[in-house]
């Protein structure tokens, strides 16, 4: 357990798997603070426990997308069953 949590925390600063995971997080991120903060900010009703509540809005999604390329890495490759077409020679 300890491992894949030093495997998981590598990836969340490793930059092959920020290139996927920021667009994903601005995208959710930014759609999620409309939707929670949109009327706030616009009405300048913006304190720190609404900030911090945005930040989160982005954070979440981003750790949400690495742990997917993570966990995507931790599993093996299926193996051929029955059910899936294979190589004739």
Known sequence: MKQQIISYGK???NPQ??????PVALFVGTTLFMINHGTALIKGEMNQERWTS??????IP???SIH???????????KAGRFQSQDQN
């Open 17 to 22: 798997c920020a290139k996927k995971a920021i």
């Open 62 to 64: 981003y750790f949400v």
């Open 54 to 59: 945005a930040l989160l809005s982005y954070i």
């Open 11 to 13: 990836d969340l600063i």
């Open 68 to 78: 997917g390329q993570w966990s995507s890495k931790q599993k093996p490759p299926p």
